[in-house]
């Protein structure tokens, strides 16, 4: 009886772990081959068209700003010369408690606005709004309100703008001059359907020289678990995200950075602030309006290196974050669930959301059920040691693999990382990230559930930054 108990657990475990495999390395071939045509498209494209067409949508870059008064000045600066001529700029000061408000009007001359009308979205009160009085920052607007968060601030943000198109980002990354152009593009673009929202490549800032709020010169972190998270970003987002969203089956857009439809924003009624997966959710949420609706509709990525933001240096600080996207993806998922494998829903039903539910959430779950489980087979006899090792190089060596495959695109693309001595230690620390990194990541995983289903966590929890150096 336990025999055939252990072969059942054995073969499920194994023909799961296979099925991730070969789901990850079918994302990955489609990912190579959309790099290349995505590669072979932006050859021929003159972004200048698209800079000096009146007919370019107008674009409101949303950013809230909690105790940011170190950089803030700098990071509006930074904002104000990007490369396109019809948009906006909406700093949502969300409460801060230190001087970031002063700073900002000392800075670029602003006053007091009265009169200015809103639509109704849920966010804390407004005290003030400000816009400057100098033609040169005329883009410039400001928003001063009670905290209420990062949703919150952004529902403020899309409430007092009037563009067609609204970007939200963290006021705190760096965006890249181009950035702008880049992500409109599929907007102008597309004709079949209504592009909905799109998303960028978000690359780590930590150690990169940065100067008034712009990137200067790209460096690899120097912390090792920043390196670790370097190598995830690369691989999430030019092998995940690249083809998902080739296949038009992408249901998350960093909150770092990514552009939506703000009248499609204002109908399912803005950012959800009572989840702290409110990236995920709105996607999910617009997708279900235009399904439901039955509207064709597309969620866009763009590959490109847009923006840079900082990441974690202490395990704390990493544990808080990890734990925060696992309970951000199961509030996600437990508020959408009656999509999962209707037809109604397309490929969101069929496939993205029965992608994320098994192998984003269940993965680091059974994962860690399966270590308990093998330490009882160890203590009970009952391991074949020669199947094990086996086994082990074998997930091992494609772990390796899939890493060494997306810095290999990253080589032949964007070759941020250029230096062979970056490259090198990229290379190294995708050697030993199933060693030390992975398990980290699925204990966060653990404790995120742990706080979501027994302790019923809700807080956001805060993340240390250090900053960055000039």
Sequence with gaps: ???????????????????????????AVISLFAMRDYIKQTTHVYFDDILRSPLAPKISIIAPAYNEELSIVDNIRSLLNLQYNNYDIIIVNDGSK??????????????????????????QEVRNVYRSVNPAFKKLTVIDKKNGGKSDALNAGISYSDAELVACIDVDCVIEDDALLKLVK????????????VGGVVRIANDCKIEDGRLIKVKLAKNQLARF????????????????????????????????????????????????????????????????????????????????????????????????????????????????????????????YPFWFLYEWLAPIIEFL????????????????S??????????????????LALWIEEISYREYSSGKALLSLMFTAILEPIFYHPLTVWAAIKGNYDQFVLKKKSWGDQQRKGFKK
Excluded at 99 to 123: F, N, R, T, W
Excluded at 186 to 197: C, D, F, G, S
Excluded at 387 to 404: E, G
Aim: neutral net charge; aromatic residues 14%.
């Design 387 to 404: 199947h094990f090792y086996i086994l082990v190089a074998l997930i091992y060596s494609y772990a390796i693999l899939i890493s060494f």
């Design 229 to 352: 998270q370097t190598l995830e970003y690369i691989r999430a987002f030019l092998l995940g995200r690249m083809a998902w969203g080739h296949l038009n089956g992408l249901l998350i857009i960093s909150g770092a950075f990514g552009m939506f439809d703000r009248k499609l924003l204002i109908e399912v009624g803005g950012y959800d602030t009572s989840t702290v997966g409110e990236d995920m959710e709105l996607v999910v949420r617009m997708r279900r309006r235009m399904a439901e609706q039955n509207i064709a509709y597309k969620v866009a990525y763009v590959p490109d290196p847009l923006c840079w933001t900082e990441v974690p240096e202490s395990t704390s600080s990493f544990m808080k974050q990890r734990n925060r996207w696992t309970r951000g993806t199961i509030e996600t998922l437990r508020s959408h669930k009656k999509i999962l494998f209707r037809k109604k829903y397309g490929l969101m039903g069929m496939l993205s």
């Design 98 to 123: 230190d001087d970031s408000l002063k700073k900002m009007i000392e800075a670029y001359d602003l006053e007091v606005l009265h009169g200015l009308q809103c639509v109704d979205l849920p966010h």
């Design 186 to 197: 599929p907007y102008l673009e597309e004709t079949q359907k209504r592009v909905i929202a």
């Design 370 to 385: 399966g270590t308990i489980y093998f330490l009882v087979m160890v203590s009970l006899g009952w391991i074949n040691w």
């Design 1 to 27: 009886m336990y025999q055939e108990i252990s072969q059942f657990f054995n073969y499920s475990i194994f023909f799961y772990a296979t099925s991730i495999m070969l789901f990850y390395l079918v994302l």
